[in-house]
């Protein structure tokens, strides 16, 4: 856990059934029981998720952002079986900064055009 003016990020491994989904189609893009989740100070669980419990090939993005707490983060495309692609719909932290080091590398999805579902409940948007 790091506290910065009153700013908590921590994780913890999870075994929760996670389901992540194109919203339009159904498709499903990602299933895991492993991954951790993120709690972070004023924002939703963010559920993040081994990169190999993705289905749908992953397209690397351009975009980039940081956070203070979390590090750099890098974006993903996904493909659907239609030849959809949906654009940064999914980031990373390949070299997280300390409170965030358990979810490097591992994938958390967009809410918005997805549905994630966390044991058969889909996450708040």
């Known amino acids: 856990m790091t506290t910065q003016s009153g700013h908590t990020v921590t994780t913890e491994p999870s075994t929760r059934h996670v389901v992540v989904k194109d ?9 895991t029981t492993g991954g951790h989740v993120l709690h972070e100070t ?3 669980d963010r559920w993040y998720l081994p990169r190999s419990a993705v289905r749908a090939p992953l397209l690397a993005s351009d975009t980039t952002s940081h956070c203070p707490y979390k590090g750099d983060a890098s974006y993903w495309n996904v493909q659907l079986p239609d030849g959809t692609t949906l654009r940064d719909v999914a980031w990373s932290y390949e070299e997280p900064r300390p409170p965030a080091a358990d979810v490097g590398g ?15 409940e889909p996450v708040p948007v």
């Open 106 to 120: 591992e994938l958390s999805f967009w809410t918005e055009g997805i549905v994630v579902e966390v044991d058969g």
């Open 42 to 44: 004023g924002l939703d």
């Open 23 to 31: 919203a339009s189609s159904g498709h499903v893009i990602a299933e």
